[in-house]
C-alpha cells in the first residue's frame, strides 16, 4: 500500500462542494455527549476547508443502527458541540442523501457548514452500495476521509464515494498514514509489538502477519493464556479461546524459525474472580505462568514478566502496542499495563499505541505526552501495522 497520499492541502478546494468523512461516533448518555473528543480532534481539518473557502458536507456514522432510523444515533447532538466549537452555525441535515440534504448542499455557500445525518441509517452504507456511493458524491465536487478509525472498512461513505469522486485525506489520515506508514515502511530495528487486551480472536489472528515483520512479538493481558494453554500449562479459569490453540502452536513455531522472539508471561497475577465492581477490591497473588491453580483466573502480568517485558521495550527502536496487559481499569491489576507504558515513555524509540483501552490506559496513567503517537483506530491501527490494505486510504490519491 501507498502511505503517500495527497491531502486537503494538494487540491484546490476554494468554491467546492467538499464531503469530508468525519469519525464523529462519540460516546453519549441519555442524549448527551460524554466526551467530545473525537469532534475536536476533526477541527483542524474542517476549519482548513473553511478558512479556504470550501462548501464543508461532513458525514459520519454513530453507533449501529443497521439501517433503522434510530433517533438516539441522530448526529443532531454533534451539529450543536461541533457549532459551539466552529463558532459558527453547522446546518444539520434530516436525511443523509434525501431531498433536505441534496437541498441543503447546494444552497451551502463559500465557507459554510453542514452536517450530514447518520450514514448508517441508510441499509447501503455497510454494504459499500454503488447506488448510495453515487448519491453521496452527487453532492459534492472531492471527498475528504477524516476518519482513519473506519478506514479499516469499506463502507459507501469511507470508500465507495472516492470511485466518483477525486479523494485526499484530512489531517488525522495523513497523520496516522504518515507516522505508521513510516514506522513500517522501513522500521528502525530492533522492532518490538506488543499485544495485549480482551478481544481475544480478533488479535490472534494479527500475529501470522506480524511476525513477519517484528524482531520481538511480546503477548501479555488475557491473549497470553491461549499461548500458555498451546505450551501445555493449565490457565485456570483464566481468558481463554481453545479454537485458537492449535493456532498458537502454530505461531510459536513460526516465530522460532523467523527467529523472531516471542516473549510470553513467566508469571502472572491471579485472583479467585474478576473483580466486581470492575474497580473494586480484589485479593491477588502471583504464580508462575507454568503453575497457575485450578478455579483462579490471571488478571496481569507478575513482577519479573514486567522486567523482562520492559526490557524488551527500552532496547526497541520501533514499538507499537495493542492491548492493556491486564485489568488496569483496577488499581491492584494495572502494574503490568503501568510497566508496559512507562517503559515505552521512557524509550527513545518511535512508540506508537493503538486500540481504545490501551491510549485509554496511557492516558489515564499520565504517559501520553511521552508516547509518539497514539492512533485513534483500534481496529484500523492493528490492520495497519500488519501491513494490510486498508480500504478508507487506498481509495485515496496517490502524491
Ligand atoms: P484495546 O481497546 O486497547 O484494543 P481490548 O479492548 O482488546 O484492548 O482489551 C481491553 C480490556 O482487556 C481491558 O478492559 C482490560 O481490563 C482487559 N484485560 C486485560 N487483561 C485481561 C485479563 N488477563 N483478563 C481479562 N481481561 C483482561
Ligand atoms: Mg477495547
Redesign the pocket.
Known amino acids: 500500500m501507498n502511505y503517500n497520499k495527497k491531502s486537503i492541502e494538494d487540491i484546490e478546494v476554494a468554491g467546492k462542494r467538499v464531503l469530508c468523512r468525519c469519525d464523529f461516533n462519540v460516546p453519549t448518555k441519555a442524549g448527551v455527549i460524554t466526551s467530545d473528543k473525537r469532534i475536536v480532534a476533526a477541527l483542524p481539518t474542517i476549519q482548513y476547508l473553511v478558512s479556504h473557502k470550501a462548501k464543508v458536507i461532513l458525514c459520519s456514522h454513530m453507533g449501529k443502527p443497521k439501517g433503522e432510523w434510530k433517533p438516539e444515533l441522530s448526529l443532531k447532538v454533534v451539529a450543536k458541540r461541533l457549532s459551539e466549537l466552529l463558532g459558527q452555525e453547522v446546518i444539520m441535515a434530516d436525511d443523509v442523501v434525501g431531498e433536505d440534504a441534496k437541498a441543503k448542499a447546494a444552497a451551502l455557500q463559500d465557507g459554510q457548514v453542514m452536517l450530514l445525518e447518520n450514514t448508517r441509517y441508510m441499509k447501503g452504507e455497510t454494504k459499500n452500495d454503488p447506488e448510495l456511493s453515487k448519491e453521496l458524491a452527487s453532492m459534492a465536487d472531492i471527498f475528504v476521509n477524516d476518519a482513519f478509525g473506519s478506514a479499516h472498512r469499506a463502507h459507501s461513505s469511507t470508500a465507495g464515494v472516492a470511485d466518483y469522486l477525486p479523494a485526499v485525506c484530512g489531517y488525522l489520515v495523513e497523520k496516522e498514514v504518515s507516522i505508521m506508514g513510516k514506522a513500517l515502511a522501513n522500521p528502525e530495528r530492533p522492532f518490538v509489538a506488543i499485544l495485549?487486551?480482551?478481544?481475544?480472536s480478533?488479535?490472534l489472528n494479527v500475529i501470522n502477519n506480524l511476525l513477519e515483520k517484528v524482531d520481538t512479538l511480546i503477548i501479555?493481558?488475557?491473549m497470553?493464556?491461549t499461548f500458555l494453554a498451546a505450551k501445555g500449562y493449565s490457565v485456570g479459569n483464566?481468558?481463554l479461546d481453545e479454537s485458537k490453540i492449535d493456532y498458537c502452536k502454530d505461531m510459536m513455531v513460526k516465530a522460532e524459525a523467523k527467529g523472531v522472539k516471542l516473549l510470553l508471561p513467566i508469571d502472572t497475577v491471579v485472583a479467585d474472580s474478576?473483580p466486581s465492581p470492575?474497580d473494586g477490591p480484589v485479593d491477588v497473588q502471583t504464580v508462575a505462568a507454568d503453575a497457575m491453580p485450578e478455579g483462579k483466573?490471571?488478571?496481569?502480568i507478575g513482577e519479573k514478566t514486567r522486567a523482562l517485558f520492559a526490557e524488551a521495550a527500552k532496547n526497541a527502536k520501533t514499538v507499537v502496542w495493542?492491548?492493556?496487559?491486564?485489568?488496569?481499569?483496577?488499581p491492584t491489576?494495572a502494574a503490568g499495563t503501568i510497566a508496559v507504558a512507562q517503559a515505552l515513555a521512557e524509550s527513545d524509540a518511535i512508540t506508537i499505541v493503538?486500540?481504545?483501552?490501551?491510549?485509554?490506559?496511557c492516558e489515564q496513567l499520565g504517559f501520553a505526552d511521552k508516547i509518539t503517537h497514539i492512533s485513534t483506530g483500534?481496529g484500523a491501527s492493528?490492520e495497519f501495522l500488519e501491513g494490510l490494505e486498508l480500504p478508507g486510504i487506498a481509495c485515496l490519491q496517490d502524491k
Do not use: Q, T, W
Not at 483466573?297 to 496481569?300: F, W
Not at 493503538?354 to 490506559?361: E, V
Open positions: 495485549g487486551g480482551a478481544k481475544i480478533d488479535k501479555g493481558g488475557g497470553a493464556y483464566s481468558l474478576f470492575i483466573e490471571g488478571l496481569d495493542n492491548g492493556p496487559m491486564g485489568v488496569f481499569e483496577n491489576l493503538g486500540g481504545g483501552d490501551s491510549a485509554a490506559a483500534g492493528l
